[in-house]
């Protein structure tokens, strides 16, 4: 295995579809001659031309109708939006023609279409860069909402991604980006999508989390086991719609506590979600009430109140043991 980035690991896993199935095209702003404006699709378009990765003009609507046309006859478009502050464009698009094709048509079409964006926040970017709205996209049926949290299964994510028959969002945490490298294999290898992972077993306490809050959630359950002797089981949703509980629901069972993390706004967030699971399937194994440790529900805030915003370590920790003190 080749130890990569995510930029790295998310090139890989483009290329060998690319290779694999010339019905995949890549398209977007900047992503040919540029390589993207993370350099996360660089030296694609000297592999495979400029027909199949596609320099766009700055129309992010533009972008995802053409992507749904393409898809419906029978390509398999990957296409890159800048920063997810900037998808609102792509709404009308998305959830009027490319959520509903397969309803509207009583399965004759399909879109199997892929929106990479680079999500949330932590490296101190302009307004509309920052901003994690995954719950727009996970409220909207017809279509697929995966936040991978490192280089490994981001990889295989998006190759599940993109062979998918439907359209699937693709947040991309820009802080995770270049943050730390880990072995992927350069062989293939896919995840489902839909299915959350189990990171580590515990007993004390169950933190739920996705994306770039997958680090300081795992720092805290180190300082937690460390210092205090609490060992906590941890969950990486990475597919956040569809949403397959059960493995939340067995393991807040077993240690009758809960803490959820994400770094979007509180209110009407995932986490509510999460919770209102818990209530319905584990509500007689709660030994005290769920805890959220999430961002605010204000704009995203710029350089100097960002670090203040973001869910960290020591939030989560106090949270964890506000729990156990229940």
Known sequence: MTKMTMVEALNLAMRQEMEKDDRVIILGEDVGVDGGVFRVTDSLISTFGEQRVVDTPLAE??????????????????????????????????????????????GRFHVPLVVRTPCGGGVRALEHHSESREAYYAHTPGVKMVIPSGPRNARALL??????PDPVVFFEPKALYRAFREEVP????????????????GDDVTIISYGAMM????????????KDGIVAEIIDLLTISPLDDTLIASSVQKTGRAVVVHEAPRSFGPGAELVARLVEKSFYYLEAPVKRVTGYDIVYPLFAREKAYMPDTGKIVQAVKETLEV
Do not use: N
């Open 215 to 226: 680090v300081p959630v795992l720092e805290a359950a180190d300082s937690l086991k460390e």
């Open 61 to 106: 609507s533009g972008i995802i109708g053409t992507s749904i046309g393409m898809a419906v006859y029978g390509l398999r478009p990957v296409c890159e939006i800048q920063f997810s502050g900037f998808s609102y464009y792509i709404f009308h698009q998305l959830e009027a023609h490319a959520a509903r094709l397969r309803h509207r048509s009583q």
């Open 159 to 164: 190759v599940s991604a993109i062979r998918d």
């Open 186 to 201: 350069e062989e293939e290898e896919s995840m489902p999508l839909g299915q959350p992972q189990l990171v580590r077993e």
